[in-house]
């Protein structure tokens, strides 16, 4: 019955995971570019949401709110301001560029909100939880894997059947080619960064009512993202969600048997999807 | 009648200088225990462990364009490797340094063959995973003494003198083999190869360069390097932790310094490295303030200036160090 919990829990752990994955999948999908700084967006939009929450007394649904357009604003400037500049063949630019962006972010965030933990209080939300046979079920937690879930398949469709969508696979596919069907795919990137880090917004909200944020964190939630994607599959959004559940389930029953190897577990199973399933699991290839 | 002759040499008279300053300071730096305080001794010790990572990392990303953000996993596997032959095996420190590569580039190896499975930008962050599997692994050793570490306590038979004299030759050996060693291979045949492959890899392997062959031979020697210089600046701190073997802090440095001084170049990182060291005795007080600014210089770099300072430097002047390639010289000669 302990194994089942824990495979339950880790599937909770796990949204917050797929909220994550989906972000960076979509960018590196449509640019090939991944952003280093991805992790420390999170935890800046958490912190920014605990000083407004408690600034301003508002509760977590209203902090969503807002951070879900603060967002969206700071993907677009980051994309019109830095990458579109440097999305090409070559891995280097982007990565060294977001890799600077992620110092500073880091140290700026220590500068305004040290080194403490915080974490927004959700209020009764964070206690409640479900019975189910024996098992404790948070609300929140499958509130998260809920919205997870919700959010992949809205960008699974807004992919398949929007205009937006069909511009995007198109710049992802050629960007030539797509710019001469008069597709600016400058714009169509930034919109595609705007989404990525909108989502992010909500992820920085569910993160800090369900655990706490400092400024360090970021590298982790980075690397949690990056394997989520890895194991679910690049370039597939349903593979994100995937990766990122199974991700969460071997941390926890990691950490089950041994408090010490949690994470490390969920690098191990990572190392093995690399080893024997480099296409990641949810790929028909 | 005119006579014309076209001379092919490689060194510049400023090749000559640098070449002959260079070599000048580092036969310098083994006789420092003789003139030179402590504290002067242990800058320079710093200084050339940072000299010697960031080359290597720039052997990484500038040659085999791959980026790593996970080169302190080899700086750790080094630093370990000499705690733990000095303390289980007994080995003399001093001999155990060349054998500390041995786990750096045991630990590459396979390293590589999973990692290149990632595409590009992925390659960077699994590079990260592994140091951090490293540095998780290595937390959960009793045999290194777990999250707490390693003291090398060896070192306690020689005296403070006998120590400085033995690391400073060590660090004038580590520079020759990072520094020289790269400039010797990259004036071979394999150098040759090596920089075809980084200006385009697909024309490189084209004309018969193995590319594959290629990243996975730089990878092991720059973890290699990367872990001979761990194993010197560990045993200069007498202590090494998980928590600082394997800090991502380490890629950090590898990636400013190189990119600020200039990346693909061999003098990028000395460059880089010296700029580094410099604003980090003047401003590193600062703290965060102070990686804000590192870090944003590195984000300006990268979108304005990817050649970094001795890039800039080379458009004014044509004054290289250590030229890896040849020159044309036209003379005419004649009674004209």
Known sequence: MTWVDAVIQGLLLGGLYAQYAIGLSLMFGVMRIVNIAHGDLVILLALIGISVSAAFGLGPGFIMLLMIPLGALIGWGLQ???????????????????????LALQNLMLTIWQADTRSLDAGALAIQSIDLGGIHVGVLPLGIVAVAALLTWGLHVVLKTTRFGRALRASAADKDAATLS????????????????????????????????????????????????????????????AGGLILGVAQVVGSRIDPGWGILAGHLVFLLVLAWRPQGIMSRR | MTASTILVHRHTLSSRIAITVALLLLAAIPTMPFWASSGQIRLIIELSCLIAIAQMWNLLAGYGGMVSVGQQAFIGAGGYSLFVLSVYAGLNPFWSVPLAMILPALLAAPSYLLLRKLDGPYFAIGTWVLAEVFRLVTGNLQVVNAGSGMTLRAMGQFTAHQREIGLTILCALLLLITVGGTFLMLRSRLGLAMTAMRDDPVSAASQGVNVGRMRFGIYVVAAMGTGLAGAIYYMAQLRISPSSGFDPYWSSICIFIVMVGGIGRLEGPIVGALLYFTATRLFGHYGASYMIVLGLLTLLIALFSPGGLWGLFGKLRDWPWFPVGHRLEYRQRGDA
Do not use: C
């Open chain 1, 80 to 102: 019109r301001g830095i990458l579109n500049h440097l999305v090409g063949n070559d891995p280097l630019p982007s990565l060294i560029a977001t890799f600077g962006l992620s």
């Open chain 1, 182 to 241: 008069g597709i600016d795919t400058k714009i169509v990137y930034a919109k595609a960064t705007a989404i990525a880090v909108a989502i992010l917004g909500i992820a920085a909200v569910f993160q800090a009512a369900r655990t706490t944020v400092s400024p360090a964190d970021g590298g982790a939630q980075l690397i949690y993202a990056f394997e989520a994607v890895i194991i679910g599959g690049m370039g597939s959004i349903w593979g994100a969600f």
